[in-house]
């Protein structure tokens, strides 16, 4: 089955800089990597995502980068708030068949933005 | 807006009890899942469901049963619980038919004495 890698497991940046998570995967068949996040007490949310047709992704401060080659994707977030703190999620799902839909998500990391 | 809930935010248990967690969506939507979530370990797939009384397993079934009698509602079953089943219990929607986005309830914190 697929395996997702997510690193770091805890990141530490002051506000206004970026921050980078990496994850990798193990299955060539997943086509699809959306990133959730999960403020404190609070149920995750789809923030952004990308598919395995497309190498990038930007939404505003948030971008996603994808090589298929190397089967790592990334999340970056630019000029950090406060609010960007919380628990974020990788994820990668195949395609098609009775598991499309199915995630496989990594072990999260915890940003914590300093003012 | 799209509205997931779970039966219980918190629950305590004892070991061996049967115990039942429920999911009920009002959106329709095809596809429900079963995480749960234990620190530094990420959200694992226990159960997922595509269809009523369809069920696949995920990557953690063991010591869990699921039940899909009705679209809207999921439920997943404990059927003799354990210490080591402690955890935060989180169900999802998704609607394949327009979206990969899960939706996700607010979780139910299950404690196993």
């Known amino acids: 089955g697929e395996n997702v890698e997510q690193h770091p497991s805890t990141l530490s940046v002051q506000e206004g800089d970026s921050a980078v998570i990496k994850c990798t995967y193990s299955d ?5 990597f959306p990133w959730y996040k999960q403020e404190l007490g609070k149920r995750p949310q789809l923030i952004i995502d990308i598919r395995s047709n497309v190498g990038e992704k930007k939404d505003q401060r948030i971008a996603v980068t994808l090589n298929k080659t190397a089967k790592h994707f990334s999340l970056h977030i630019t000029e950090t708030q406060p609010e960007d703190s919380a628990v974020y999620f990788c994820a990668a799902s195949p395609a098609g068949g009775t598991s499309y839909g199915k995630l496989t998500f990594g072990q999260g990391t915890i940003l914590t933005v300093h003012p | 807006d799209v509205k997931v809930t779970q039966s219980s935010r918190y629950l305590v248990k004892r070991t061996g ?3 039942f967690l429920e999911c009920v969506q009002d959106m329709d939507h095809e596809n429900m899942f079963w995480y749960r979530q234990d620190p530094g370990l990420g959200l694992r797939l226990i159960y997922f469901s595509y269809d009523v009384k369809m069920k696949e397993k995920g990557d953690i079934p063991e010591g869990y049963s699921v039940s899909r009698e009705k679209k809207e509602r999921f439920s997943l079953i404990l059927e003799s619980a354990s210490t080591n089943q402690t955890s935060m219990y989180l169900c999802a929607t998704q609607d394949r038919r327009f979206s990969d986005t ?4 607010p979780g139910t914190r299950l404690t196993v004495l």
């Not at chain 1, 060539?28 to 699809?32: C, G, I, L, P």
């Not at chain 2, 899960?102 to 309830?105: A, I, R, T, V």
């Open chain 1, 28 to 32: 060539s068949a997943s086509n699809y």
């Open chain 2, 17 to 19: 009890e049967k115990v």
């Open chain 2, 102 to 105: 899960q939706y996700f309830g």
